[in-house]
């Protein structure tokens, strides 16, 4: 049983161009969560999604970043005209469908760890 | 805006000695996890307290969690070399499926 998955592990990119992290979700999963660590300090919350919607954005940087959980496919976050400060870990999560009442749990994947030169 | 708050942020204890890390949270909720990272590690689930009163253990490691008080410990009992890692917990800040809200991060080195 697969968990979840990330790819790269690893990403440089010069400051300007575009980064982009995938994310797989575990097997029978439908929620997709994204959280950016920067070093020495917390995951911070960015986005939280389900299959073709964004749920919740509101840890998002306003510009530039972007995330999408198309209907087929792994759930990508994207990060146009990257620059230094973009250069951390990027983690997704993902959980089980939430009915009422119902604990859930976030399995996290290994992250891509972002460089920006 | 949902505040956690851990402490202490660093900590060096010996082999063989019992300490507790502490969780305060800003808001009210009954959901609260307890995550392991190692270095360049992504973060391990170790527990997941959902009501008030809820204690969890395993190994020489145990988790409470007081809703009213607001405030998670993690315990550890006898402690070992191997349980050297990165401590976060993280709050659900309200009616499931939320993005989780993280502390700072407790650094836990254990000296044989």
């Known amino acids: 049983n697969a968990g979840v998955m990330q790819n790269p592990r690893h990403l440089v990119r010069r400051r300007g161009q575009e980064a982009r992290l995938r994310c797989s979700p575990m097997?029978?999963?439908?929620?997709v969560y994204w959280y950016r660590q920067l070093p020495e300090e917390g995951l911070k919350f960015m986005v939280y999604l389900q299959k073709e919607n964004i749920i919740d954005e509101s840890g998002m940087p306003k510009e530039r970043f972007s995330a999408e959980f198309p209907k087929e496919g792994p759930s990508i976050l994207r990060i146009q005209q990257v620059v230094r400060g973009d250069s951390a870990a990027y983690f997704c999560?993902?959980?089980?469908?939430?009915?009422?009442?119902?604990?859930?749990?976030?399995?996290f994947g290994p992250g891509t760890r972002l460089t920006v030169t | 805006e949902l505040k956690v708050e851990q402490n202490p942020l660093f900590l060096s204890m010996q082999e063989g000695k019992n300490y507790t890390i502490y969780c305060n949270y800003s808001?009210?909720?009954?959901?609260l996890y307890w995550y392991r990272q190692d270095p360049g590690k992504s973060l391990e689930s170790l527990f997941v307290l959902l009501s008030n009163g809820a204690v969890k253990q395993e190994g020489r490691l145990m988790a409470s969690l007081d809703t009213k008080a607001r405030l998670s410990t993690l315990h550890i009992t006898a402690a070992v070399h191997d349980l050297s890692a990165t401590y976060f917990c993280?709050?659900?800040?309200?009616?499931?499926?939320?993005?989780?809200?993280f502390g700072k991060g407790t650094h836990l080195i254990i000296q044989p």
């Open positions: 808001t009210t909720s009954d959901r």
């Open positions: 993280a709050v659900d800040p309200g009616g499931g499926a939320d993005g989780l809200t």
């Open positions: 999560a993902s959980s089980r469908n939430v009915g009422t009442g119902v604990a859930y749990e976030q399995y």
């Open positions: 097997k029978g999963h439908s929620h």
